[in-house]
Structure formats: C-alpha cells, structure tokens
C-alpha cells in the first residue's frame, strides 16, 4: 500500500512538468511549421494562466497551450500600476543579446570613476550621434561610460558602414571615431573586420531603426538624444527602480 501510495504521490508531481514539455515542444513545432523563418530561442509560462510565452527571433509572442491561438501584443497588470510585463521580458532578452557581443566588437569611452554604463547604437554621419559624441568627456566626467555599437542605418554595405569599418580597424579606434564625429577625413583601409555587420545585425534584431539609441542597464532602450545632465538624470532613476 505504501508504495502504491507513493507512486500515485509520484505520478502526480510529474505531470505539469510531462504537460508543459508536451504543451511547450508542440508550440514550437506548430511556430516551426507556420513561420520557418522564426527561430524559437525560449518558451516559458506566461503570466496568464494558459498561455506561453515564446522569444523567437528576439520577438516576444503569446500562443496557447495547444498552439491553436497566436497573440502579439504587450500584457500589463492593472493591479500592479500597469506595470508592463511584456516589457520587462524584452529588457531581459535585450541584456542577455547584448552579452552575446564582446566589447572588442565596441569602442568604449569609459569613466575614470564608473558608476553607470550605456550601450549606444550610433553612426558616424548622424547629426545627434555627433550632439551626443560632442558630450562624451561630461558623460565620462559624471561616471558613465559609453559603449558604442556601430549601426549604420543605410544598411551594412553602405557608404557609412565603409565609413565606420575603417574606424573599427583603426589602431586608435577611440581617436578615429571622435575625428570622424567633427566631420574630419576617416584614414584607413577597410579590413576583414566583422564589428560593424555584427553592430548591425545585433541592432536590427533589437528592432532599432535609428540613431542614436542607447540601452541601459536594466535593458530599457530610448531611442534619440538626451542631453549629458538629463541622461544621468535618467541612468539613476532606472539604478533606483532596479534596487526597489
């Protein structure tokens, strides 16, 4: 009787787990089969009861447990001041993509004294890209270090990716970009380098579509210019929010 009692107690504690890996292996056949062009990275539970939350392709999507129903759009929670929680599932899809590049693929401005660091998808022929650029020592001044991504926004085997590739290869990277952002002659030859494709690539899958456009620390991306005081103002209020 004992053990007839512990196989039934056993029984029952393995069915959510044999569920969710039935429910989750035929979302992803279904997502495979409807859109071959996805690639299913992650499938989790969702905060709705019932359906799954799926990363394809660096997209967020919501699809039912029998893989029937396919739903795209953010999910808040009216009982939590509206907290976006689909947003909160891209910053952490943002950050883990960004580790995925190492920072000899950047150029890095850092702060003697860091406090904070930004990731700034930029191009070198972009009026703001150079407002901003004009900034760095305050930036660096005030404790934040930047980290540029190139992401020339005519597209890889533009003029400006040219541009930008011979600056990736340069022997002074930091002084190349800071030359190019006055407006000055960029020297070099363009070299097998692949940091501006893999800029590009990391950027497009993060659906940015212009520049500059920095990503935080927590992950949140705001695309556009902010002024040096405004942008520090910014990077302690996202530091407070992560620490509550």
Known sequence: MRNYLFSLILGAALLPVNTFAQ????IEEKIKKQFPQLTVEEITASPVDGLYQVIASGNIIYVTKDGRFLMAGDIYDL???QNNLTENARKKTRLNSLKSIDEESMIIYAAKKQDYTITV???VDCG???KFHAEISKLNDLGITVRYLAFP???PNSPAAEKMNKIWCAKDKKLALS??????????????NNSVSRGYTQGTSMSVNGTP???FEDGTVFPGYLPADKLLEAVKQI????KK
């Open 23 to 26: 429910d989750t292996k035929q």
């Open 239 to 242: 530091r407070a929010q992560v």
């Open 179 to 192: 030359n190019a952002m006055e407006d000055k002659p960029v020297e070099g030859t363009v070299c097998p």
């Open 153 to 155: 926004r005519a597209g």
């Open 79 to 81: 009982d939590n001041a």
């Open 213 to 215: 456009t920095m990503v």
């Open 128 to 130: 703001y890209c150079r």
């Open 121 to 123: 998808f930029t191009d």
